[in-house]
């Protein structure tokens, strides 16, 4: 099929934005509804805007009548919470899917590189019409924590590593990119994700922020790298093998988070 897509993702998939400097009350993220829904770790999201304008998480397709994960119903209660939150999801004018705030509990990079996930983002996306991707807006000044990005999830010489301090911000093709936080704080991690529609819009957006398509990697010790990829390893063929057990093969899902 062919979709509308941004030219600044095509090479890496993702973009970096510069940093996002005004000030933002906690409360906004602290104060909404949360809901428990598991992504990569331990996790619960609170939504902005969902199918219908319910504070849930559901993908779209699985609402009635199905759709894709675009034209999303901002929920009155939490936006009226979160107004910056609100507004820096619509800033671009893209179409908005589902925009929630994902709650991250600690976790290690071997955890995060078990947990490396693509999303289904465009199922049932008609073709012709924009890709979607999604847009990620750290919250919380997690200066130790960093997102994990691979073509190949199992592969460690594709990885890109991007600081997550308060304020950054980029956007990313994570149906395309195996993606996944590490989060070695002492307290959860905030960050809004938002679904956009590539697009003129969107293209703009990024060229307003200074979107750049590669970035030095955040450092880590190469004995922490080495550990967390034969953790990785032996996790895949452990849950490999206890499936083999129960005479099931693994079978790769995209995640609806």
């Known amino acids: 099929m062919a979709y509308i897509k941004s030219a600044a993702l095509e090479e890496t998939g993702y973009v ?17 509804e949360y809901v428990d829904w598991k992504s990569s770790g331990d996790t619960r999201f609170a939504p902005l805007a969902s199918a219908k304008g319910e504070i849930e998480c559901n993908g779209f397709w699985n609402h009635k009548p199905p759709r894709t994960d675009k034209d999303g119903v901002w929920i009155d209660s939490q936006t009226e919470i ?61 200066k130790t924590s960093y997102f994990v990005l691979r073509e190949n999830r199992t592969d460690p010489s594709e990885e890109t590593r991007i600081a997550l301090p308060a304020g950054a911000q980029l956007i990313v093709d994570t149906q395309r990119l195996w993606h996944a936080a590490t989060h070695p704080g002492d307290e959860p991690r905030y960050c809004l994700i938002t679904s956009w529609e590539s697009g003129p819009e969107l293209d703009a957006y990024i060229a307003k922020y200074n979107g750049v398509n590669k970035v030095e ?17 032996r996790r895949i063929a452990a849950r490999a093998a206890a499936l083999a057990a129960r005479g099931q093969q693994e079978v790769t899902v995209m995640s609806e988070a």
């Open 82 to 142: 979160a107004p910056t939150l609100t507004a820096r999801a619509k800033e671009p004018g893209a179409n908005v899917g589902r925009c929630r705030i994902i709650e991250l509990q600690p976790n290690t990079y071997a955890d995060c590189l078990y947990n490396l996930h693509q999303d289904d983002n465009n199922r049932l996306n008609p073709d012709g019409t924009g890709w979607v991707v999604r847009g990620f807006f750290n919250l919380t000044d997690d």
């Open 217 to 233: 990697s955040y450092p880590v010790d190469q004995e922490i790298l080495d550990a967390g990829q034969i953790e990785q390893e």
């Open 16 to 32: 970096v934005l510069d940093m996002y400097n005004n000030p933002i009350d906690p409360k906004e993220w602290l104060d909404v």
